[in-house]
């Protein structure tokens, strides 16, 4: 077995759990927040700003890394930990809401995609197997089979449909699945309706999978929503699997979902308004673009022990993203990282001392309700439309 | 005096110089290579990575600066140093070169100059007075005057009055400048006749400045013209003062300017070259993004200590550059700073061992005869444009 979990604490009032992750890689603290590393990096970062931040686990992208540079190449490099230099725990996502989301996906039908490359325009074709074949190549530590992905509302013919082609491609991915330092995750689907993600849910643990992720949530429905599935589909997932929330990583959906007992996130919601000019707080986000910071000379937070708190003023920080200068996104979106790090570990202290209910309405209501995080294509690019949480600052 | 220039060697053979120059912030060790700052931070980097690289000295650009934050907000930050986090040398270029390049200029006379700035459109008005105004505000421990800038080839009328009106404004910037801790250097001008520049630099040393610099090469001229111009210019400067060669810096061009006797060079081409993906070797430029490197698992220089050669490989650095990931601009400009940094140190240790003659004439070889560094908006962008030194590797 790659993965071995250990849960250990479960919060008494909540239901949040504590646990420890053990991957070939180092053992991941969970509740985990996982920074998202698209193409092999963390957009800005080096590795060692991103672990130093506090990140246990990278998330990079099978569907973008297999079109470039492509897995041959990280194959002959020794694998994507080496490549990338990152020499800890990493999950691949499949791609599946990529492809699902391509303006020239071409073909979909049992055996699997069709699309035109995003890069080069040539015709690629991917399957549930040629997903693990890709995968194993990468050689990350948790892999993610291919899946079904749809928006929001979802059509409730299409989303059994979804379902049912995510269940067959869990099957396929089981089977095609080799290695053996890799642990496959299934993942949960099944659109906006609590009774076919409960089918979902118990079809895929049917599977028997080391970890389960649910996936299709935060595409546009009400969180309220989102978080009445969740409730869900977690009491069909096994207690003594990790559960992964994908695409979701806004600090108040992050906590309302640990207190729904997840254990795992990712997004690019740090990283994304870092590149912006926006960065997270304690008390809302600050969007150091705003003529408000032009002469403030306060760091974002006082007492962050982030590079960019201890040496810059909001002034130099929003004089660099106004001019265009990549320290700007860098600094910001590491003081994001940093952000997340600290709210993770506060999370898991809160659970081991049984005292996460309290600690999470405060947190929530210091944060604001906000915004859910969201998958890539969802996340407003620019601060300025986020609402909420967000917005505040 | 705000700074005092030691010259401790100067090379037996080529008359070449090594030497100290003492400033309110620090020392610099001569012949140095002074990484550009345009908007107050040198491109992708921090001070600290700067300083690492071997850097002593940062050049910022008065003219930017004004436009945006504004001077007033650097003076209410404390100044410069303060703002940008360098509490190091630091050197204020004063928009001469930029005001001469911008596409909407709308007057120059004795008075100074009017444009459209390029942020927000506005007309503004620069002085030689107000040029010195604004640099006493950002707080530089070196400040250059406002001088006339010309392409090549000049007209010799528009030379001689482009000479005329720089002596003009040096004179009067000498005038207005106040700060006994900032040293405010004279500029040579003078066009591609070498009878005006001996003209111009006999004008300039008899005002007496603590240090002079070399405008207006390397914007076109043959590179044989450059270096004879260099020597003729060179002759009429006082041994005592420190030389600044200004926008010039590629490792060839260098080489041969301390042959005839300078100390001190800026030039964008590491940083920009690094953003482009096209790191500087011993062997000349490598352009990280042809095919040759799509699977070459070796660091850009075997030995290089900096974090790009001691963890990456061409092939994930091409990756992050075709990917357009910040990560690869940011590690090859780090590299090419690094690289930078040794040819300085080995430039000093070859003339304090009175040996600058071979060493020059070999390095010269090994790097090819390259490219002479250029002004900003005469280095080509697009490293494949580049020729000799820059197009090897």
Not at 81 to 97: C, N
Request: with cysteine; glycine share 10%; charged share 20%.
């Amino acid at each position: 077995m790659a993965i071995r979990f250990e849960v250990l604490h479960t919060d008494r009032e909540t239901g949040a759990r504590a646990g420890l992750l053990h991957t070939p890689h180092g053992t991941v603290e969970t509740p985990a927040f996982m920074p998202v590393g698209t193409h092999g990096t963390v957009r800005a970062l080096t590795p060692e700003e991103v672990h130093d931040a506090g990140a246990q686990i990278v998330l990079a992208n099978t569907f973008h890394l297999s079109l470039r540079p492509g897995a041959e190449t990280i194959a002959r490099a020794g694998g994507l930990h080496t490549f990338m230099h990152w020499e800890r725990p990493l999950l691949t996502d499949s791609g599946g809401y990529q492809v699902f989301s391509l303006p020239h996906l071409r073909s979909v039908s049992d055996e699997g995609v069709r699309f035109r490359s995003p890069v080069d325009g040539r015709e690629v074709a991917l399957s549930a197997e040629r997903v693990i074949e890709i995968e194993a190549q990468l050689g990350a530590d948790i892999i993610m089979p291919l899946d079904v992905c749809l928006g929001y509302p979802a059509d409730p013919a299409a989303a059994l449909e979804a379902h049912r082609r995510t269940v067959l491609w869990a099957r396929r991915s089981k089977r095609a699945h080799r290695r053996v330092d890799q642990a496959l995750f299934g993942i949960v689907q099944g659109g906006f309706d609590a009774s076919l993600r409960r089918q979902a849910a118990d079809e895929v643990v049917a599977l028997d999978f080391p970890g389960y992720a649910i996936g299709g949530l935060s595409v546009g429905e009400a969180k309220g929503l989102m978080y009445d599935l969740l409730a869900a589909v977690g009491e069909r997932l096994p207690a003594s699997r990790p559960r992964y929330l994908m695409g979701v990583g806004s600090p108040p959906s992050m906590i309302e979902a640990v207190l729904r007992g997840v254990d795992m996130f990712d997004c690019v919601l740090p990283t994304r308004l870092g590149r912006t000019g926006t960065a997270l707080t304690g008390r809302g986000a600050q969007n150091l673009r705003q003529a408000q910071y032009a002469d403030d000379l306060e760091p974002i937070e006082e007492g962050c022990p982030c590079p960019a708190c201890r040496h810059y003023s909001r002034a130099y920080l929003r004089h660099l993203v106004k001019a265009g200068e990549m320290l700007g996104p860098r600094l910001v979106s590491l003081h994001n990282l940093v952000f997340m790090g600290r709210l993770e570990r506060q999370i898991r202290l809160a659970i081991r001392e049984d005292r996460f209910a309290a600690w999470s309405r405060e947190a929530i209501a210091r944060y604001g309700s906000g915004h859910a995080g969201g998958n890539p294509a969802h996340v407003a690019e620019a601060s300025g439309t986020l609402s909420g949480w967000e917005a505040r600052g």
